[in-house]
């Protein structure tokens, strides 16, 4: 029996959030997510099986205005615009022009 991930877009959610760190506000940026989910394939002499694995996001933001510097805190909360939110940490910047890579610590809430 073989066995193989294969992974499906599910959707980019981009637009302007609100970062939060507990219940003080602490920036509004601009974010771009990536959302997909695993598949599992596995493959033998009965045919071929498709499972749902877990979801993986990635992103990165861009502060518009507020608090600069985001890497290193506790754990944040971005306010999407469509409603959503979710936890995340900086893990990464981006120079020239800021970009922070993001680190998800979960799904949507």
Known sequence: M???REY???ESPEGVGEVWQGDKRIAQVEYSLDVQK???ITESFDGTN???GKSFISGSIFVL???KHLIGRDILTLYMQDGRKIDFFVTNISPPDKNMQIQLTG???
């Open 50 to 52: 498709e499972l749902e």
């Open 107 to 109: 799904g949507f809430h």
């Open 65 to 67: 205005e507020g608090e």
């Open 38 to 40: 695993e598949i599992i």
């Open 8 to 10: 499906k877009h599910l």
């Open 2 to 4: 073989a066995t193989r």
